[in-house]
């Protein structure tokens, strides 16, 4: 089947799609997109956390026909043309990234915290990123990024 959709705020198509292909496979494969992470294809890790119709879900348990007609943003829509979201800095900054895996997710999953919450408390953060699985660091640092991130606004 042919999927049509606007993804980072272009519309795209996408040709060949078959009926259970995940939304997460055809961003990473058909567009072009592999910011999204394929981590655990269950649902569990957040690493390919997308908005769908500005909600956050994960990419690997949307069936790519349940994209149809719909508006797609990953973590490369939400950089400027030469500049980093200030939530992607943070993330550089606070030293955040060791693998790097579950990092798009969690800068989804904080973007989203942060357009709800602006000043969001350590157990909020820590509710808000529970879907979000980091095997690297522990997981401080995250919390340092998403402070600064905040703090940044
Ligand atoms: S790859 Fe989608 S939640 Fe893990
Ligand atoms: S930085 Fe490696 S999984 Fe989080």
Redesign the pocket.
Known sequence: MRLSCTVNGVAREADGVWEGESL?HVLRERLGLPGS????????????SVYLDGELV????VMAGQAEGRDIVTVEGLAGDDALHPVQEAFVEAGAVQCGFCTPGLIVATHDLLRRNAAPTDPEIREALAGNLCRCTGYEKILDAVRMAAKAR
Not at 40 to 47: D, I, L, R, Y
């Open positions: 997460l992470k394929n981590a655990c294809e269950q649902g569990e890790c957040g690493s390919c994960c990419a690997c348990l």
